[in-house]
């Protein structure tokens, strides 16, 4: 890779990263996994960097990429790990902190989905994405992001007891 594309990967890495952290984070609900997610995203992006050249293009490729190594992950045995019932440090209920505890109790609820619908969530719900455009994140057919979403709201309805007003604003 020569030096200006060397440079434009490190703008990029600059102006992305903190994104990527963040939708790896809500794929996966560790933030220590999450950084080994993005790392995996933004290492295989590196590979392809002299190939990739349209910027929605880039954006595509790692989303696409963050997905698949979360679900392979999820498919390693060492992977298959419980959920505590209860978080470190309590959330307070006043102010902005409500917005907090509602996000981590989102959070919460979306680790207990399985991988694929966990997926389909945050691509559709919090990253914005259309079913076409989920579909092709994900490498599969829009009718399997339709049934996975369906499924996975449902199941996000009965974890977070019928509180879904994230899902309404949407």
């Known amino acids: 890779m020569d030096q200006n594309a060397e440079q434009a990967f490190a703008e990029y890495f600059r102006a992305r990263r903190d994104v990527v952290r963040?939708?790896?984070?809500?794929?996966?609900?560790?933030?220590?996994?999450?950084?080994?997610?993005?790392?995996?995203?933004?290492?295989?992006?590196?590979?392809?960097?002299?190939?990739?050249?349209?910027?929605?293009?880039?954006?595509?490729?790692?989303?696409?990429?963050?997905?698949?190594?979360?679900?392979?992950?999820?498919?390693?045995p060492w992977r298959r790990e419980h959920s505590m019932s209860h978080t470190p440090e309590p959330a307070s209920a006043d102010g902005p902190a409500e917005r907090v505890a509602d996000r981590h109790a989102?959070?919460?609820?979306?680790?207990?989905?399985?991988?694929?619908?966990?997926?389909?969530?945050?691509?559709?719900?919090?990253?914005?994405l259309d079913v076409a455009a989920t579909a092709k994140a994900m490498g599969?057919?829009?009718?399997?992001?339709?049934?996975q979403t369906a499924h996975g709201l449902a199941a996000l309805r009965t974890v977070l007891g019928g509180e879904q007003a994230w899902m309404n604003a949407s």
């Not at 599969?140 to 049934?147: E, F, Y």
Request: glycine share 4%; hydrophobic share 40%.
């Open 22 to 76: 963040r939708n790896a984070y809500l794929l996966c609900g560790d933030w220590h996994r999450a950084d080994d997610l993005a790392q995996t995203a933004f290492v295989a992006l590196h590979r392809k960097w002299d190939t990739i050249r349209e910027p929605r293009a880039v954006h595509a490729y790692v989303r696409r990429t963050l997905v698949r190594a979360m679900i392979d992950e999820t498919r390693r």
């Open 106 to 128: 989102l959070v919460e609820a979306l680790g207990q989905l399985p991988p694929r619908q966990r997926a389909v969530l945050v691509l559709r719900y919090l990253e914005g």
């Open 140 to 147: 599969c057919r829009q009718g399997t992001v339709k049934s």
